[in-house]
């Protein structure tokens, strides 16, 4: 980036040659390093020409958001913390990225995701836990076992309206920790695979609405 004296000069070579090309050479001589651009030469001389200085010009930028609209849009977001910024833009008449700053560099908020979790139920804990201990039994028992098992998984994709916590944000100066459980039995569509230390079964895509049809048809699928 040239300095303020070498943008000087490159103006008063110009006034004296009417030429870039001589200007970039006697740029290159004098500094000895590349030269500006044919473009920035000019830009330099129509500065000069409509201010009388090559100093870079600072931007009048946006005007200062009023202590007043601060006020309305903390209003806003007190009352509904998990209204979006452009809801926020329209109910307040504001442009959405002054609601983003006012928020983040004015009230010093977050935008926090909800959490999405299984729902767990009593006697989930225990057999999670008795099935742990299954395992470590028949290791200890056999070296090889786990070369002997596949391990499985499954995904489960909601048709019906469940909170998206990509697109769900809760503004607040502090994390709200909120979560939502979600049913096994509404309307899904899952994803099964298993994967074994030698092949990789699936995936396999099941349009059922309970965990019984499901097995059912993942049993079917096997069988084939």
């Known amino acids: 980036m040239a300095t303020v004296q070498e943008k000087a000069m490159c103006v008063l070579w110009f006034f004296e040659t009417k030429s870039v090309i001589t200007t970039q050479r006697r740029f290159r001589t004098t500094y000895k390093k590349d030269p500006p651009s044919d473009n920035s030469i000019r830009r330099w001389l129509t500065q000069f020409q409509e201010t009388g200085s ?17 006020d309305h849009i903390q209003e806003t977001f007190t009352r509904s913390p998990r209204k979006s910024t452009r809801q926020a833009a329209v109910q ?13 560099n004015r009230l010093h908020l977050n935008a926090y995701k909800v959490q999405i979790v299984q729902a767990l139920h009593p006697n989930d804990k225990p ?10 039994t028949r ?21 019906s309206g469940k909170v998206n916590k990509h697109n769900c944000r809760i503004w607040g100066s502090k994390n709200p920790h909120d979560y939502r ?10 994803v099964w695979c298993a994967l074994s230390h030698t092949e ?13 049809s499901f097995l059912i048809s993942l049993i079917k699928f096997l069988e084939l």
């Open 181 to 190: 459980e979600l049913e096994r039995d509404s309307p899904k569509v899952n």
């Open 54 to 70: 090559v100093l870079h010009r600072k931007g009048a930028g946006r005007p200062s958001t009023s202590q007043e609209n601060v």
């Open 200 to 212: 990789v079964i699936g995936p396999f895509f099941f349009a059922e609405t309970t965990r019984n």
């Open 92 to 104: 307040l008449h504001m442009p959405h990225t002054t609601i983003w700053n006012v928020l983040h």
């Open 139 to 159: 290791l200890e028992d056999d070296e090889n076992y786990l070369s002997k098992r596949f391990f499985s998984d499954e995904s489960t994709f909601h048709v």
């Open 127 to 136: 057999r999670r836990f008795e099935f742990a201990e299954q395992i470590l």
